[in-house]
């Protein structure tokens, strides 16, 4: 198991919605890692999240914050693969699949049959437990929680988080390479929605339950919650943002695993996410795109 991080770091991702594609473009503008291996559910979907890509690092050269020349470095880095197997020799690998428990046991197990027990295997999760997913792999220590907060290229925070069985040197490495990342990490010790999800998702259920009982509009929400408690955005803004099925998927995480009341999911979101009004990435949800 490595202690520190070596120069020419090779990551591997697997996962190219929202978050996956964030976090790959952390990875390809972080100078130590020098090779990404990115696992798509097929080759097109990660051609078009690699369109997206380019489309953001072309954001930046316009921008003057990168030149031309460094986002074809940036882009050379990355190989896409639908294959398994191209991951076998990544000293890490981020897991940013679906928060849905199944689909991320499907990549754990996956991946334990082609890593070694040396690999640090990383999950995204927003809330869902890594204790469960280092139980499917051969080396439950090398297990760790990074979570991202999107725009993972904007938000400074990561959350690194310790199942039961994660030792601290795999701890210590998660916390170095989200420095290496130049995100400013806070440990967490496994909790269903770790810290951050566990206050935001409650708050963007209860201005969803505003809007349902049509105490305010929408806008008028979202207008409340950034001039009176100086929020970037609105809960509601936020909702789009995250997405409504994470939102969903998160709130029905605090419940389940903790039988609080408190943690309902409010029936106007399981409505959104029936209707596909999932926020940005389907065009609609709160907002129209
Ligand atoms: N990808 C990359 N960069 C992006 C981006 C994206 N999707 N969206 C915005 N940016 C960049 C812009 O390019 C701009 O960069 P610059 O300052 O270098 O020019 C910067 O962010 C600010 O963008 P804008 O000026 O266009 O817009 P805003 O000032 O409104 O900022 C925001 C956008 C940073 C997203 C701000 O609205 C914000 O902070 N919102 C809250 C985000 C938040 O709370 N995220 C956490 C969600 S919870 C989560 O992710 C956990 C998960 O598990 C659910």
Redesign the pocket.
Known sequence: MMSSINRGLKVAIVGAGTMGR?IVQVLAQTEDVTSIIWKGRSLKSIHSAFSDLEV?LG?LVA?K?IAAEEASRFIRKIVATEDYADLTDAQCIIEAVSENMDAKRDVFVSLAKVTSPDTILASNT?SLSITELASLTANPANVVGL?F???A???KLTEVIAGLTTSQCTLNWALDFARKLGKDPVVVNEAPGFI??RM?IPMINEAIGILAESVATAEEIDKAMTLGANH??GPLA?AD??GND?NLS?METLHSETGDPKYRAHPLLRKMVRANLLGRKTGFGFFKY
């Open positions: 964030g953001q954001r921008k914050r927003s979570h907060f999107n725009p290229p904007v938000m951050v999800n935001l970037p955005i936020l943002l995250i994470v998160i």
